[in-house]
């Protein structure tokens, strides 16, 4: 299926490139903040007035689980730290953000999110639903947006622009490491290292297609006769080499995915400032 990634693949490049690298850009006027709390990463990102990726800070963490704040000094901490960093970068310091919650998230949850962005000293302008923001990144209306992030396989549905069905299962990239940990009698962090060591793809691939095709069964499960539409990859599974395939293969639809699918959400969120 031919989908025309081009201008979005373009903007994920660009923030990616903001994150690491440590040029100090000189940037005026309104600028546009979102904060992604994941169960693996915490990742800020910035755009300037043109909606351009600017800067972008990000930080492996478990301090959230699937939307849950389980350790909210923790949380706090790394925000703070990260905001610092891409207000070092811009030599402007940041006053608003957007931030996103997994669909479904209860309003509780929802606050604890929240309290933790204005806990640093910033102002929340927005709180977004994770398919949303992904789907403003990719620009498209029709589809299904499965994010496979560390701790959960999230899947929704939106037709003309709207999430019309959403669900979060617990399979994600830490059940692909505990596989490869158990196979290779490694600790999980090895096994995480190896998992995105693209010299190791042989070691990993195989041994993965059967939790793959687990994903790929909960997709089935949740849009079986819903008349998805294409499947969209994004979150930072979403990676692997050669995913998409399996998932097309077993679920019978084109499935795609973007330059990459980690920074999807947290770019989108940004967008929704
Ligand atoms: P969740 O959506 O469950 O709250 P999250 O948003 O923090 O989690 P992401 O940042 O989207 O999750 O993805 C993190 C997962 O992606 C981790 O399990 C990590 O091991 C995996 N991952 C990152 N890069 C790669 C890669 N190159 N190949 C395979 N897996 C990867």
Redesign the pocket.
């Known amino acids: 299926m031919m989908i025309d990634f081009e201008k979005p693949n373009e903007l994920i490049a660009r923030m990616e490139q903001k994150i690491f690298c440590p040029e100090r850009p000189d940037c005026k006027g309104k600028l546009y903040t979102g904060i992604?709390l994941?169960?693996?990463?915490i990742?800020v990102t910035v755009l300037d007035e043109n909606k351009q990726p600017v800067a972008g800070a990000l930080q492996e963490a478990r301090v959230?689980k699937?939307?849950l704040v389980v350790d909210f000094i923790g949380a706090i901490n790394i925000v703070r730290k990260l905001v610092q960093q891409v207000e070092e970068k811009l030599s402007r310091s940041l006053e608003e953000a957007a931030v996103a919650i997994?669909p479904g998230t209860r309003a509780e949850d929802t606050r604890a999110i929240v309290n933790v962005v204005q806990a640093v000293g910033l102002e929340v302008t927005n709180v977004v639903d994770e398919p949303t923001a992904a789907a403003t990144v990719l620009g498209i209306k029709d589809g299904a947006v499965v994010?496979i992030?560390?701790?959960?396989t999230?899947i929704s549905i939106l037709r003309d622009g709207h999430v019309i069905y959403v669900a979060d299962e617990p399979t994600?990239?830490?059940h692909?490491?505990l596989v490869l940990a158990g196979a290779y009698n490694i600790g999980f962090e090895e096994a995480?290292r190896l998992?995105?060591d693209p010299d190791k793809y042989d070691q990993v691939f195989p041994l993965v297609i059967p939790v793959i095709e687990k994903v790929a069964d909960i997709i089935n499960t949740h849009i079986a006769g819903r008349d998805a539409g294409p499947i969209f990859l994004v979150?930072?599974?979403a990676?692997?080499e050669g995913i998409e395939k399996v998932i097309s293969r077993y679920t019978g639809l084109p499935t795609v995915k973007p330059y990459n699918p980690?920074l999807v959400?947290p770019l989108g969120i940004a967008m929704h400032c």
């Open positions: 992604d994941g169960t693996a990463n990742v959230v699937d939307g997994p994010d992030g560390g701790g959960t999230g994600g990239g830490t692909f490491s995480e998992k995105r979150g930072g599974t990676c692997l980690l959400t």
